[in-house]
């Protein structure tokens, strides 16, 4: 009778995990249903070698400076929907968004969970390979997409003008897990869950480590970095700006102190200012900009 309980407590969390996945998940359907009636349109491609497949959209001409677009976990493309219809930056930049590796339709051949920081950032990183304007790039990541994009920037900085970060969980020690965390990490459940959010789960889990290794590297961070955070982010610490401050130099920091996790959202006209182009500030201030949306 013991089993009941628990069988129940297992139902339980499935539905309330799927649930929540499925209030922002985009089947392909949709994203047709999203741009029946836009003049511009996505292009779809699929870079492939003997490891992986790696989904991109893009829109605008490629023969403009490429923006690169990194999503966090769970996620997909999709995720900067706002940004790839927005038609300044459609004018200014060939915007690429890429599918991390075992999300949505990009994946590793030999891997069904990829956890690492490098594989993620050597992955994106082909995404570039669309681009033919020999030019610099802008690099922009969020949530856990952000250290993903800051190691891109490292191994390849000749190919970035700049690098914005959106609410980045970088620092191992303030890692969030909640009550359900670890539920998901149950076979029973996982069997019952989208995939991309056992994947999530995964890379969570293995996040602390990746960011440990990856602390050792921010020193060799040579491109222009904007960290921006909001103060009302429960899902990333916002003591991570100050992780930020310690670890990057050079850095512009900017704090939102109405603003939740979804900056790209709820701040599109301040992240396309930063995109196009940044402002100027002193190195490692940290600006602190009012009101929760622009």
Known sequence: ??????????????????????????????????????????????????????????????????????????????????????????????????????????????????????THAKAALLGLSLNHSRQKGVLLGRSFGAPIAAKMAMIAPTQFERLVMLAPAIDPAKEKFWWFSTPAKWWIVRMWLPRRLNVATFEKFAHVNELEKLKKEWSTLRVPTTVVQGGKDWIVDPSNLEYARRQITHAQLILLPEAGHLISYSHPSLVRELVMKPKEKEANSTEVLGGSSH
Request: proline share 4%.
């Open 1 to 118: 009778m013991q089993r009941i309980p628990f069988l129940l407590c297992v139902f339980g969390v499935c539905v309330g995990l799927s649930s929540c996945f499925r209030s922002w998940r985009k089947s392909d359907k949709e994203i047709s249903a999203h741009y029946a009636h836009r003049a511009v349109k996505p292009t779809f491609y699929t870079i492939e070698n003997d490891s992986l497949k790696l989904f991109a959209a893009t829109i605008g001409a490629d023969t403009l400076p490429p923006l690169l677009l990194v999503h966090g976990a769970p996620g997909a493309w999709y995720g900067y929907l706002n940004m790839m219809d927005d038609s300044l930056l459609q004018q200014k930049f060939h915007i690429i968004a890429v599918d991390r590796l075992s999300y949505n339709h990009s994946k590793h051949k030999k891997r069904r969970f990829v956890t690492s920081i490098e």
